[in-house]
Structure formats: structure tokens, C-alpha cells
């Protein structure tokens, strides 16, 4: 059984940065990707960043394109998510998950494979 740890979140001025941390134990044999989403208040789940396990290539959603960046450390067992040039619309609950993907948006598990988030709140 898989589980994640999310951290790094915090509250910080828009323009600022914030580098989310998932730590993740166990296995899933046949998920090909970690993908960062988040949920803000009364808004639907976007998935905002994917990184393929295998060869390491990235996915980003519109609005996370230029300004964050997902990477991993194998030796680890850590996916990051930089978030730079931040604003008050990316405050939200962030979270990780695997998945599987064709190289584009991370599909995650079911809410078995989550874990509990950490909030991300931007002022203006």
C-alpha cells in the first residue's frame, strides 16, 4: 500500500514561492506517474503537474505552466512542486497521487492512495 506525505505549504504574499514536498512509501505496480492536484474552496480537483517515474518527463496544466516546476528524487522517494510567481488564485489544498498517463495528465488512484494534503494560501 502506497502512502504520501504532503508538506511545504504555507500562506505567503503573491509574487512569492513556496516548494511542496510528497514523500511517498510503498509500491503500485503499475502506476507510470505522480501528479501534484489541488482543490480550492467550492471548486472542483484541477490537476495541476505530472511527473513520469519512468523517463522523468513532465506534464503541467495551463495554469501552472511558467511558473511551477514538479521534479523528483528517486533516492528519496520525494516529489517536489516549485511554485513560483505565486498568486491568489493558486490558493488551494495541494496534494499528491499516483497514477497512470500517456505522457500528458497524471490520471490519479482512487482516495485510498492520498494522503492529507497541505494548504497553500496566497495574499494579495
Known amino acids: 500500500q502506497v502512502q504520501l506525505v504532503e508538506s511545504g505549504g504555507g500562506s505567503v504574499q503573491a509574487g512569492g514561492s513556496l516548494r511542496l514536498s510528497c514523500a511517498v512509501s510503498g509500491y503500485t505496480s503499475t502506476s507510470n506517474c505522480m501528479g501534484w492536484f489541488r482543490q480550492a474552496a467550492g471548486k472542483e480537483r484541477e490537476g495541476v503537474a505530472a511527473?513520469?517515474?519512468?523517463?522523468?518527463?513532465?506534464y503541467y496544466a495551463d495554469s501552472a505552466k511558467g511558473r511551477f516546476t514538479i521534479s523528483q528524487d528517486a533516492a528519496k522517494n520525494t516529489v517536489y512542486l516549485q511554485m513560483n510567481s505565486l498568486k491568489p488564485e493558486d490558493t488551494a489544498m495541494y496534494y499528491c497521487a499516483p497514477g497512470e498517463g500517456t505522457g500528458g495528465y497524471c490520471y490519479p488512484y482512487g482516495m485510498d492512495y492520498w494522503g492529507a494534503g497541505t494548504r497553500v494560501t496566497i495574499s494579495s
Open positions: 511527473i513520469y517515474t519512468g523517463g522523468g518527463s513532465t
